[in-house]
């Protein structure tokens, strides 16, 4: 059965204290993993997809990686407007539909 | 691009009745669309997958006869939740899969919060 595990559940960090949010998985067949934005009360923001070990995506302050088990989402310098829950998401086999992590709720204080 | 919208974005109802929220995608055909439901501090759980002009498909558990989806064109989805109880209380969101050789990503709606009294 795909399973996505996200950790840690929450992180507190200080504006500008660098971190890296983990989702580890167990899929047959990888097609893809997104990495997902949501805020309180709105859907998810589609942020990066990655579809094979080794790849790197970044937009501003996130960096995205991949391994065989594993993806990291690497946060340099956050600002309290980074503050959000980051969801991981994989899509395997041949189906469309993605398995979610339970998140990671980030909360930046200036 | 890929501008996704639900309506309503907030519902309150009587228990008993039933409510009908549109996802609709604005700028993209949708070959697939995609009904989660989440419930506080929780993350998104996959209800069902809906094709247009086919029959949905509902995830184990999923009571197929009270969440009725209809994907009657390529870019407007409906999920109506019949004879509504307090327990359906939730936010409920879709996405859409344009199923393109450029996407291979969804792109979510906002989310319709539904509140049964």
């Known amino acids: 059965e795909d399973q996505v595990t996200q950790s840690p559940e929450a992180l507190r960090l200080q504006e500008g204290e660098s971190s890296s949010l983990n989702c580890s998985y167990t899929v047959s067949g990888l097609r893809g993993l997104f990495w997902y934005r949501q805020d309180p009360g709105k859907g998810p923001e589609f942020l990066f997809t990655?579809?094979?070990a080794g790849e790197e995506k970044e937009k501003e302050r996130l960096k995205a990686t991949l391994t065989k088990k594993e993806s990291f989402l690497h946060i340099t310098a956050p600002k309290p407007e980074d503050s959000a829950t980051y969801l991981c998401a994989v899509q395997s086999g041949g189906y469309n539909k993605l398995i979610f992590g339970a998140g990671t709720r980030l909360a930046v204080h200036p | 691009g890929a501008v996704v919208s639900q309506h309503p974005s907030r519902v309150i109802c009587k228990s008993g009745t039933s409510v009908k929220i549109e996802c609709r995608s604005l700028?993209?055909?949708?070959?697939?669309m995609f009904w989660y439901r989440q419930f506080p501090k929780q993350s998104l759980m996959l209800m069902a997958t809906s094709n247009e002009g086919s029959k949905a498909t509902y995830e184990q558990g999923v009571e197929k006869d009270k969440f009725l989806i209809n994907h009657a064109s390529l870019t407007l989805s409906t999920l109506t939740v019949t004879s509504a109880h307090p327990e359906d209380s939730s936010f409920y969101i879709c996405?859409?899969?344009?199923?393109?050789?450029?996407?291979?990503?969804?792109?979510f709606g906002p989310g319709t919060r539904l509140t049964v009294l």
């Open positions: 996405s859409a899969f344009p199923g393109s050789t450029s996407y291979n990503e969804q792109f």
């Open positions: 700028d993209f055909q949708a070959t697939t």
């Open positions: 990655l579809y094979s």
